[in-house]
């Protein structure tokens, strides 16, 4: 008799959890785990680590300025790889497996290669593959455009693909396996008392995304809070069989906030280190000064994140700064020196070493004083704040880099995050 079918499950693997033969058997046995648990599962993976580096760096090689359409077709490849073998790895220990590529299935893109969107997913070939007990081993990061064109998502884009597969799907669940065993209140490999967190809302784990945490594309915590798809992040280097029988949630569910009984203020600390700081000094006080500031910026597709422009002493003249990441500084000031708007200013200051520490909490909205205690911790650290800017769950300051770890352990400390078993 057959088993009556539990649950839907979307389970993916990123590239260390495929980086080599050992690993994609490992990663076999935890589909096993779950096929034999009575569940329909799709199975999404990323290359083999280091792979998609591998190929861009071909692309870049052969041609500097190289089509966008091609640059997609090579760096897709590594996928391809990992889902075949994956397929054959389930095969042979006995699980009914096929693999599919973006366009088979197919997942369909907006053309914006390298960074494509993705518009629909037929549903169809996959539910069929469930109805003939097999389970689906589908290539992350890629899709197709309307001009039949492969696509890719952007760099870690197949979190993206398994979430919204998962949506498609209406799965119960979509586990993203990963090298962490879940999200942590801030980067444990830099304050050894962070703790994992059972839960964390949506809304937290988006900032958390953006704002540098490193365990899921920002995209991927996007379209889950927009199709209410319920995210696990759990490591692949559990043995396969360990929460066979237990509970389902091993590691951090990202869910709606009415799921999370019990909230902190303050839930994670988030930190980005590759910030720069730049000053225009003396621009003039009067309408439009910020478009003409910002508009060349955004034409040339420089992000541009923290802005303050000050109160001006004299009425004439102002300072605007803002921040963008190190890497673009050059542009940055390029664009400006050049800007064909009518910009004027006294001096072009730039400080390229800078880091941004931020408080995210969807506890903030109903508790007053949690910036406050950021900015008095700081204080006694000694550490100079440049930039402040706040959205309703969360704060954030601009630092010099050499005080990050500083400033991340006594907020994490601070906020009472700490976890207290820990050495
Ligand atoms: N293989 C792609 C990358 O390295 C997609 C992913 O890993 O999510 O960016
Ligand atoms: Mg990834």
């Known amino acids: 008799m057959r088993k009556p079918i539990m649950a839907r499950i979307v389970m993916k693997f990123g590239g260390t959890s495929v980086g080599d033969v050992d690993r994609i058997r490992n990663v076999a046995a935890h589909v096993k785990r779950e096929v034999d648990a009575g569940h329909q599962v799709a199975v999404v993976v990323s290359a083999m680590s280091g792979e998609t580096n591998r190929l861009v760096g071909l692309a870049r090689d052969v041609a500097r300025l190289h089509d966008a359409r091609e640059y997609d077709v090579v760096v897709s490849a590594g996928e391809q790889v990992s889902v075949g073998l994956l397929a054959m790895a389930l095969q042979d220990i006995g699980v009914a497996a096929r693999s599919w590529l973006g366009w088979q299935i197919s997942v369909q893109t907006s053309d914006v290669h390298g ?245 995210v909490g969807v506890g903030m909205r109903s508790h007053a004083g949690v910036a406050q205690k950021m900015f008095q911790v700081l204080a006694e650290k000694g550490i100079n704040i440049h930039v402040i800017s706040t959205s309703e769950i969360k704060v954030s300051v601009l630092i010099d880099v050499d005080y990050v770890e500083l400033a991340v352990r006594a907020l994490h400390a601070a906020y009472g995050l700490d976890d207290d078993l820990a050495g």
């Not at 992000?303 to 303050?308: A, E, K, S, T």
């Open 115 to 359: 960074a494509a969107r993705i518009e629909a997913i037929e549903p169809e070939e996959m539910e069929a593959q469930f109805g003939e007990g097999r389970v689906a081993v589908i290539a992350g990061f890629q899709g197709v455009s309307s001009a039949n064109r492969i696509t890719t998502l952007g760099r870690g884009g197949s979190d993206t693909s398994a979430v919204a597969i998962a949506a498609a799907l209406k799965a119960d669940r979509c586990d993203i396996y990963t090298d962490v065993d879940g999200v942590y209140t801030t980067d444990p490999r830099m304050v050894p008392a962070a703790k994992k967190m059972d839960r964390v809302s949506y809304e937290e784990m988006l900032e958390m995304a953006s704002l540098g945490a490193k365990v899921l594309q920002t995209r991927s915590v996007e379209l889950a809070m927009a199709h209410n798809v319920r995210l696990q992040v759990r490591s692949s280097f559990d043995a396969p069989e360990a929460s066979a029988n237990g509970n389902d949630i091993v590691g951090t569910l990202i869910c709606d906030e009415d799921e999370i009984m019990e909230t902190e203020i303050v839930s994670g600390i988030a930190y980005a280190r590759n910030e720069a700081k730049v000053t225009l000094r003396e621009v003039a006080d009067r309408p439009g000064i910020a478009a003409s500031i910002f508009g060349p910026l955004a034409d040339a597709a420089v992000n541009v994140d923290m802005i303050v422009q000050n109160m001006s002493a004299d009425g004439k003249t102002t300072d605007v700064t803002f921040t963008v990441s190190q890497d673009e500084l050059e542009r940055t000031l390029g664009v400006l020196k050049s800007a064909t708007t009518d910009l004027t200013f006294a001096d072009l200051q730039a400080a390229p070493d800078m880091a941004k520490i931020s408080i």
